[in-house]
């Protein structure tokens, strides 16, 4: 069974800094594409960043400059550096990892639980 857990998030102040984590363990062959969305109260969820298994990057617009994101592949472990946090970045922010869990299988979406960011003074 594929898990991918979340960790770092948290209440920050404006201006702030925090890095979230995601780790994707179990039955895995590889993992392709990894990404961050995030969902805040009554709007649908959006793609924050993305990073393909070559590492090439994108972001939202309104993160471009401030979010980084980065990957581990030896870790399967995918990172979302956040600076310059500003009170509309608050959201429930989820990792993404399009998953093959065997050499004949077929590229599936994993999601994982979600983790609560707050940006307020």
């Known amino acids: 069974q594929v898990q991918l857990v979340e960790s770092g998030g948290g209440l920050v102040q404006p201006g702030g800094s925090l890095r979230l984590s995601c780790a994707a363990s179990?039955?895995?062959?590889?993992?392709?594409?990894m990404g961050w969305y995030r969902q805040a109260p009554g709007k649908q969820r959006e793609l924050v960043a993305g990073i393909t298994r070559g590492l090439w990057t994108n972001y939202e617009d309104s993160v471009k400059g401030r979010f980084t994101i980065s990957r581990d592949n030896a870790k399967n472990t995918v990172y979302l550096q956040m600076n310059s946090l500003k009170p509309e970045d608050t959201a429930v922010y989820y990792c993404?990892?399009?998953?093959?869990?065997?050499?004949?299988?077929?590229?599936?979406?994993?999601w994982g639980q979600g983790t609560q960011v707050t940006v307020s003074s």
């Open positions: 179990g039955r895995i062959f590889r993992i392709n594409d």
């Open positions: 993404n990892g399009k998953l093959v869990v065997t050499s004949r299988a077929y590229e599936s979406d994993y």
